[in-house]
């Protein structure tokens, strides 16, 4: 018998994001995730004049930007990046980025899934009426 897991792995799922949760991990940013079992999916708003710390993680990461701009750095090479343009951040790889005046919005995917985007998205997450 297959568990709820495998269950919800086969029928997929569905997401919009002005329907996902928000989140802030930090100041001047907001994620709203939707996640499979091997990757996720992240739509990000990014505020005017936001830093974002240079760090790294052990997970691959894609982004593209949407709207407005942002120089982001990936190891020691740092691009202003407009909509349409795309990045890949290869695990443990030291990234970070800025925004301008105009802010950005992004759409990011990381695998594995971010566990603490996960943990952060559940539990902001309304409880079933």
Known sequence: MESRSEDHRAAGSWAHRD????????????????AGERLMTCWITLSPETDLPLHD??????????????EVTVGDETRRLGPGAAYAVPPHVRHGGRTGPEGCR???????????YLARALERRPPPS
């Open 19 to 34: 329907e996902a949760v928000p989140f802030s991990p930090s100041p001047g940013v907001e994620v709203r995730v939707v």
């Open 57 to 70: 993680h052990p997970h691959e990461q894609i982004g593209v930007v949407v709207e407005g701009a942002i």
């Open 106 to 116: 992004l759409v990011e995917s990381f695998s594995p899934p971010r566990e603490d």
